[in-house]
């Protein structure tokens, strides 16, 4: 079992930033690519980003790129999703979860599939005012 606890979420008028936390407890974090996704109120949970065991590969979705940045801490267990530039169309509940690397190794597109992540946190809420 691996659990994930976010952070940092917030309300946050357009144009503004905030950054999320995410820290993992459980199995070895290091067997895990991370995944950040959202889900705003009547709408499917979607891919934001991405980011390997190492980081070293880094999927961003097309609606994100430029404004949010995927890093993680192999040496605190935590993954952080810096979001700069926000729109209120930003204002949804992100998730921070967790894919065994086996799993989204031989695909980029299983970095962006909710179904190839076995392990999720609550979510936290972010709210863009215009």
């Known amino acids: 079992q691996v659990q994930l606890v976010e952070s940092g979420g917030g309300l946050v008028q357009a144009g503004g930033s905030l950054r999320l936390s995410c820290a993992a407890s459980g199995r070895t974090f290091t067997d895990y690519a991370m995944g950040w996704f959202r889900q705003a109120p009547g709408k499917e949970r979607e891919f934001v980003a991405a980011?390997?065991?190492?980081?070293?590969?880094?999927y961003y979705a097309d609606s994100v790129k430029g404004r949010f940045t995927i890093s993680r801490d192999n040496a605190k267990n935590t993954v952080y999703l810096q979001m700069n530039s926000l729109k209120p169309e930003d204002t949804a509940v992100y998730y921070c979860?967790?894919?065994?690397?086996?799993?989204?190794?031989?695909?980029?597109?299983?970095?962006?599939?909710?179904?190839?992540?076995?392990?999720w946190g609550q979510g936290t809420q972010v709210t863009v005012s215009s």
């Open positions: 979860a967790a894919a065994m690397w086996s799993t989204v190794v031989a695909s980029p597109l299983a970095f962006k599939t909710v179904d190839k992540y076995d392990y």
């Open positions: 980011i390997s065991r190492s980081g070293g590969i880094i």
